[in-house]
């Protein structure tokens, strides 16, 4: 079983937005807290935005102003809302927990973002 799926990516235009999301299992939701990275074509995956404890969230300064991460705790979900898109936010996003990224099995399918008129 997954544990981590997320949705919500597909062809945007520059300057659009889009809302992803990430439903996590039950366990890892209310124990971790997470985090969406970004793996552009032919680059390693990168973090862009993560949950903090106890303070505001932290953003690559590439996307910062213009992607929130926010969580639902009714639907053990976790969202990142991507606005004023770039072509540079292309790729595909996934969630995980930064203390769960070193264990290959944990990581999902991702959601693959295009950013193109």
């Known amino acids: 079983q997954a544990l981590f799926v997320e949705s919500g990516g597909g062809l945007v235009q520059p300057g659009g937005s889009l809302r992803l999301s990430c439903v996590a299992s039950?366990?890892?939701?209310?124990?971790?807290?997470l985090a969406w990275y970004h793996q552009a074509p032919g680059e390693q995956r990168e973090w862009v935005a993560v949950?903090?404890?106890?303070?505001?969230?932290k953003y690559r300064d590439s996307v910062k102003g213009r992607f929130t991460i926010s969580r639902d705790n009714t639907k053990n979900t976790v969202y990142l809302r991507m606005d004023n898109v770039k072509p540079e936010d292309t790729g595909v996003y996934y969630c995980?927990?930064?203390?769960?990224?070193?264990?290959?099995?944990?990581w999902g399918q991702g959601t693959q973002v295009t950013v193109s008129s």
């Open positions: 995980n927990s930064p203390l769960l990224i070193r264990q290959p099995h944990t």
């Open positions: 039950g366990d890892i939701f209310s124990t971790y807290r």
């Open positions: 949950e903090t404890t106890g303070g505001a969230p």
